[in-house]
């Protein structure tokens, strides 16, 4: 089993920045890719980014691409997104998930999930 903990979220005015982060606990996620999804407010949940387990390779969905860089350290089982230019639309509660696909942008791919972390940009 595989436990995520987001932290980091929070309220921020548009154009500012926020640094979500993912700690695991329990096995590893050093063999897992590791991604971000997030729910607005009334929507479905949808992909962000995603980081193949050697963090050598990324994707992005293409609303947040030249915004948002995802990034992960192995050794501290973190995962994080650094989030620019945010956008009211950014607004959502965050999730971060570990999948035993290498670069997964689909939510059934993924086997555990955080409990997520609430973004709020005001406009």
């Known amino acids: 089993q595989v436990q995520l903990v987001e932290s980091g979220g929070g309220l921020v005015q548009a154009g500012g920045s926020l640094r979500l982060s993912c700690v695991a606990s329990?096995?590893?996620?050093?063999?897992?890719?590791m991604g971000w999804f997030r729910q607005p407010p009334g929507k479905e949940r949808e992909f962000v980014a995603a980081?193949?387990?050697?963090?050598?390779?990324?994707y992005y969905a293409d609303f947040v691409k030249g915004r948002f860089t995802i990034s992960r350290d192995n050794a501290k089982n973190t995962v994080t997104l650094q989030m620019n230019s945010l956008k009211p639309e950014d607004t959502a509660v965050y999730y971060c998930?570990?999948?035993?696909?290498?670069?997964?942008?689909?939510?059934?791919?993924?086997?555990?999930w955080g409990q997520g972390t609430q973004v709020t940009v005001s406009s």
């Open positions: 998930a570990a999948s035993s696909q290498i670069l997964a942008a689909v939510s059934t791919l993924y086997n555990y």
């Open positions: 329990g096995r590893t996620v050093r063999n897992y890719g």
């Open positions: 980081i193949s387990w050697s963090g050598d390779s990324t």
